[in-house]
């Protein structure tokens, strides 16, 4: 168990390494959601009563929609074809690591760079004299729970879909972007018609950001958001256990391949 | 035995790739594995490595049926470059010496020595990504050997390799040899076997044809010498080679005279006397002709003996 963590950690730190070595893409991570946050908030300024409460507003769906979409299903996908592509999936697989120890490194990392992103939207957010009114901790179970969807979904497209680079964009766009739209990170859900509306109650991103926003904007407690964290710890399970299944069925073909 | 393999099968669907392969490398040996592309030399490395179970036969490494665990024993080479081009050097030493299982001082002492091996202590700092070919070859072989394997696997470690370069890592596999690893070498450079192996195993269709020293395999080839030549009338050539009692091997539009004692260029130019030859090498009898006369048979055209060769 504890050479699983080591390897984890180890796994984790090296993805980070990569990431702050890889300037350009950080810098558009940092500058997607804080340009997201900046028009958005600007755009609700009126409606809400200054810039200040239209960012608190703002903040948590364009902290787990514009920031941690990209970087924690878009991160995992680019991070499989990547190590696919440059052949140290092999090498890893060469190596007494276990499956386990790579996928939680990933997650370990991914969980990090969301609390990166979490600091810079809600740093802005203050700036602005917007703020988080509830519980800072049920605010982190929700980004934990919201990571953990994105990044075993980031492994199932990875490991299912995406067989060189130029594969990326394409099923993560598809089956994201709508998901977004319908899931409140822009606009408010109200605005769907009805149909929408059911329909967007089964979308994990909807549920990251009514349960982030009713803590963040209301200051709610647990018992206000259960529904929405048991659909989100439901779907995390789901969506680890999918990323698992595809991961493993990966390096079964890659061993036999190899 | 260090690796040993039995009567070894595997097939992928349909396609039967090795067909009863027989294997040993001895503790400290060097012993190299010559196969064309789909031989089943990839195949043989993934089943020694646990990556893929064999069909049938009995394997075993440092005495232990392949598995997860005795992948601390053994460090692979890839053929291709396969390193974290934004780390450093040392960045990927570490990173993969840790997944080895080595911690702290002892990764540290680890890192340092193979940085001194492999005379990398230049660009220890420096990113994978700004280095060149040859440097990069050299840390992937690093990562190969930052834990201090018992057994090495390179897999064809000079393909596209300059000449220079090459014979560094001729040296290397010497200095390898010299610390008592064992060296399992796969590769389809024959240069590179005779310089480096003590043994050889030729592999083809999933088995091993034959193995042994350079020696040894040298003795397969009827011949005390080889002349390579090419020539205008290549019946008339044959003719006459049947008529002096010489067998004739063509391979890929080369003839190659097997010789069953040593001669002199003139000697041999004047029992051709009248044989249109445009150019004529001799040379010892090597691998590569062991290599072809096993795995190519069917490309054997022995000499036709006739009275008169005109």
Redesign the interface.
């Known amino acids: 168990m504890s050479?699983i963590l080591?390897?984890s950690v180890?796994?984790a730190h090296?993805v980070l390494?990569?990431l702050m070595?890889?300037r350009r893409l950080l810098f558009f991570w940092i500058l997607f959601p804080t340009l997201m946050l900046l028009l958005f908030g600007w755009v609700y300024a009126d409606e809400y009563g200054g810039l200040g409460p239209s960012f608190t507003w703002t903040a948590p769906g364009i902290l787990l929609g514009a920031a941690m979409f990209f970087s924690c299903l878009g991160g995992p996908v680019s991070l499989i074809v990547g190590e696919r592509e440059?052949?140290?999936l092999?090498?890893?697989?060469?190596?007494?690591?276990?499956g386990t120890a790579y996928y939680g490194g990933v997650v370990l990392a991914h969980l990090a760079i969301a609390l990166g992103q979490a600091a810079i939207v809600y740093g802005l957010t203050y700036a602005a004299g917007g703020g988080f009114r509830g519980s800072v901790w049920l605010g982190a179970l929700i980004l934990f729970l919201s990571a953990m969807c994105y990044v075993g979904l980031g492994f199932f497209f990875g490991a299912r879909f995406a067989g060189r680079t130029e594969d990326v964009t394409g099923p993560v766009a598809a089956v994201g972007v709508p998901l977004l739209v319908m899931g409140g990170t822009f606009f408010p859900v109200e605005l769907l018609p009805p149909f929408l509306h059911t329909l967007a109650q089964a979308d994990p991103i909807y549920h990251m950001n009514m349960a982030l926003k009713a803590v963040a904007q209301e200051g709610a407690d647990i018992k206000a958001i259960a529904l929405n964290l048991f659909f989100l710890l439901g779907f995390a399970a789901c969506s680890l256990a999918l990323g698992t299944r595809a991961y493993r069925q990966m390096l079964g073909r890659e061993?036999?391949g190899? | 035995m260090m690796i040993e393999m039995r009567d070894t099968e595997k097939s992928f669907g349909a396609r039967r790739v090795l067909a009863g392969l027989d294997l040993s490398v001895q503790e400290g040996e060097v012993y190299g594995l010559l196969g064309n592309n789909g031989a089943g030399k990839s195949t043989t490395i993934n089943i020694l490595t646990g990556l893929i179970g064999s069909d049938a036969g009995e394997v075993s490494v440092a005495g232990r049926p392949p598995s997860a665990e005795i992948r601390t024993l053994i460090g692979v080479a890839p053929q291709e470059i396969a390193l974290y081009q934004h780390l450093t050097c040392k960045e990927n030493l570490r990173f993969f010496g840790g997944i080895h299982r080595l911690r702290g001082s002892t990764l540290k002492q680890h890192v340092d020595r193979v940085v001194d091996t492999l005379d990398l202590s230049e660009y220890g700092d420096a990113r994978v990504s700004t280095m060149s070919g040859g440097w990069q070859r050299r840390v992937n072989l690093a990562v190969a050997i930052v834990h201090a394997p018992a057994i090495v696997i390179l897999d064809e470690p000079t393909a596209g390799l300059d000449v220079q370069a090459r014979y560094e890592l001729w040296e290397f596999v010497r200095t390898l040899r010299r610390d008592g690893t064992t060296v399992l070498l796969t590769t389809h450079m024959m240069d590179e076997a005779e310089s480096l192996c003590d043994r050889v195993g030729i592999l083809h269709d999933g088995r091993i044809l034959r193995e042994g020293s350079i020696d040894a395999l040298c003795r397969v080839i009827p011949a005390a010498e080889l002349a390579e030549v090419d020539v205008e009338d290549i019946a008339l050539l044959l003719c006459r080679a049947g008529a002096l009692g010489i067998p004739v091997r063509r391979y890929g539009g080369r003839t190659t005279l097997l010789l069953p004692a040593k001669t002199t260029l003139a000697d041999l130019i004047g029992q051709f006397e009248g044989v249109p030859l445009r150019s004529v090498t001799l040379r010892p009898v090597g691998i590569q002709q062991v290599f072809l006369e096993l795995t190519q048979p069917n490309r054997v055209s022995e000499g036709v003996g006739s009275g008169s060769c005109e």
């Open positions: 050479a080591f390897d180890r796994v090296r390494i990569e070595r890889n440059r052949r140290t092999r090498r890893l697989l060469l190596s007494p690591l276990s061993r036999a190899a």
